[in-house]
């Protein structure tokens, strides 16, 4: 899945599927799923389940999976703290504070992908100057999902800021695995179309790393060379 930027002469396939336009910095620009890409998988096929999805281990010792028939069951509670830590093969770590009392599906959702080691070795397919860094997808070329998808639970106008996490989709209720994260003016400036779950509070300085990637040549949003998550870790309290 992929956000699709639409600049003066060429659709850029950014984050998984948003299909709504939105105006900023002289560009027209949506989030897609469809749009292919050229930065391929880094990471083997994991596992697969093929009925109900059980949650994972909390010690982090449920092996790597990346196929699922069915979205999770709530596995978190809402009433708790979560925190994501990324690691990158540009560095890390990156540090992300979960938003499960405004978003709990979708943060379930993450968290459950993550304790399944479903991010593990998978890129960051599509960079787009100031706006954002798009991931999430075991396929690599934008159009990737774990195999499910899941309802939207969307902020509120102007809640998006720099380092916020949201959810990329191809369209209302399409949710799977391709995340983004802010990175400028024209992301602030999205319509709120895409689920909002987090806020990076440290390590914005890998992510502007990553961002500063971006191939101005690129016509799809891939980057100028490849960019892995090495591992997301869940934090509870």
């Known amino acids: 899945m992929g956000i699709v930027i639409v600049a003066t002469l060429a659709v850029i396939a950014l984050i998984v ?4 336009g939105f105006g900023g910095g002289g560009s027209s620009k949506k989030v897609s799923s469809t749009g ?3 930065t391929a998988a880094t990471a083997a096929k994991g596992a697969s389940v093929g009925g109900d999805t059980a949650c994972p281990k909390a010690d982090g010792s449920s092996p790597r999976t990346t196929s699922f028939a069915k979205p999770p069951p709530m596995c978190i509670d809402p009433n708790k703290t979560y925190t994501a830590t990324m690691q990158t093969s540009q560095g890390g770590p ?5 938003d499960p009392k ?10 459950v992908l ?3 080691h479903y991010f593990d070795g998978l890129t960051f397919h599509r960079i787009v100057p100031d706006f954002v860094i798009q991931g ?4 690599g070329d934008g159009t990737g ?7 939207d639970e969307l902020p509120q106008a102007g809640q998006y800021k720099i380092g916020s996490l949201a959810m990329a989709n191809s369209g209302p209720n399409t949710n799977g695995s391709q995340f983004f994260i802010i990175t400028g003016q024209q992301g ?8 909002l779950f987090g806020q990076v509070t440290a390590g914005m300085d890998v992510v502007n790393k990553i961002a500063a990637l971006a191939d101005p040549n690129a016509t799809n949003g891939a980057p100028k060379e490849k960019v892995t998550m090495t591992s997301v870790t869940i934090q509870e309290s």
Do not use: C
């Open 145 to 151: 999902d774990p195999g499910y998808k899941f309802a």
């Open 136 to 139: 999430g997808d075991p396929k």
């Open 17 to 20: 599927g948003l299909t709504g």
């Open 188 to 195: 602030v400036q999205l319509p709120p179309q895409y689920s």
């Open 94 to 98: 990156i540090t992300i504070a979960l």
């Open 114 to 116: 993550a304790e399944y």
């Open 36 to 38: 292919a890409s050229t």
């Open 102 to 111: 405004k978003a709990p599906k979708t943060v379930n959702n993450f968290v």
